[in-house]
């Protein structure tokens, strides 16, 4: 394995190319809501977009470890970003719907080995003393690229066509890429002892991954309490338009600024966590972040006006960057580098399958009783569940996990 940097250019340089592919990520979920929408006039075929990552995960995450975890993570980062260059370059010439989705596909499995990728490289670059910091200058370049990745797709719109629009957004994955030809390889690849990938070494490396689990049942026990509280904010945001303009009454305007007001606090979140993440002990950063950011959304099931909608949005933006950002650091520092991307790929399988279960259990609540009811009930449910998980992250005995080094 390659020697650590103990400086910042490698890590700023491998941020701005996360940050360049995050920006393209917006702007072609811009483009592609446009062009299904122009092809179908379906909103459920615009709907479809977003189940089309989850199912996708389900059929690729149980394996795609298996392989990452032999090979070069800086070659499979640089590989699917050209993979996604070439395809999303490809969706203007699609004849029909089908062949978009085909595409989708492709897109979602390439960011299928991409995501586990990118974690273990940056665990294996960055320094453990560094990662605190690291995480949360990379939530400011993702809260960033929330507000600007939108913006710029739909100020290009406006100027050209969408056509023209995904044919720019393919820089956005060739620069990241060409980024990585200055970023140091961190591990030594001797390609004739890469395994075969078989469904023997699959259901051998899913064993692995169980036994780590079960040796670090409290590592696994609060990621996984992590994973059903975004899967919670995941079913809230899945019926967000409904619920502020059917049920509190906003005009598709006033939403439309709400977005941009979360992505505001989100960014103002990440610039203060970016300044002050070395004064706050990791504990505290996930457990006041959680809580916060709960009561974020609490307030946002309870409203009933525009004020107290984005009161809600900016408070759950905020803090969820320190949520974020300390969750992933817990991450960094207590699964070991040699399978993390095994054990990534089976958590990220875990969340798929409970997103699309869950989303679809709160459209039948929905439909069984008032949506008003049934995000209250998902908030407060929420809540419980923090202070909970809060409690078990702040236990005295468990201070050795959330060590840091200074």
Known sequence: MGKKRNGWKAPILLLISIGISSIGNFIYLVAINIIVYRLTGSAAAVAGLWIVGPLTNIFTKFWTGSFIDYRSKRQVMVTTYLIRALF??????????????????????????????????????????????????????????????????????????????????????????????????????????????????????????????????????????????????????????????????????????????????????????????????????????????????????????FASVAAGFIILGFFHVFFNAGMMTFYQNNIPTEIMGRVTSIYQFIQSALQILFVLAVGIMADYFSLRITIVTLALVMLFLSIVFAASVMRRDKEIYFKEVV
């Open 88 to 305: 999303i370059g490809f969706i203007p010439f699609a004849p029909n719907i089908a062949v978009i989705y085909a595409i989708l596909i492709i897109l979602n499995a390439a960011n299928a080995f991409f995501t586990p990728a990118s974690v273990t490289y940056m665990t294996m670059l960055v320094p453990k003393e560094k990662r605190k910091r690291f995480n949360a200058f990379r939530s400011f370049a993702d809260s960033g690229a929330f507000i600007v990745g939108p913006a710029v797709g739909g100020a290009l719109m406006i100027w050209t066509s969408v056509e023209i629009v995904l044919w720019i957004n393919v820089l956005f994955f060739i620069i990241p890429a060409l980024l990585f030809l200055f970023l140091p390889e961190m591990e030594t690849i001797e390609k004739e002892r890469i395994p075969k990938l078989t469904i023997s070494q699959v259901l051998y490396d899913f064993t692995i991954v169980i036994k780590f689990m079960s040796d670090s049942r409290y590592v696994s026990s609060i990621y996984i309490a992590y994973i059903l509280l975004i899967i919670f904010t995941f079913a809230m945001d899945a019926q967000e338009v409904v619920f502020t303009q059917q049920v509190v009454g906003l005009t598709e305007l006033e939403y439309s600024l709400l977005i941009s007001i979360t992505g505001i606090g989100s960014v103002a979140g990440a610039a203060l966590l970016s300044i002050v993440s070395n004064r706050i002990p990791l504990k505290k950063m996930i457990a006041s972040g959680l809580i916060m950011m709960t009561v974020g959304y609490v307030i946002y099931a309870f409203s009933w006006s």
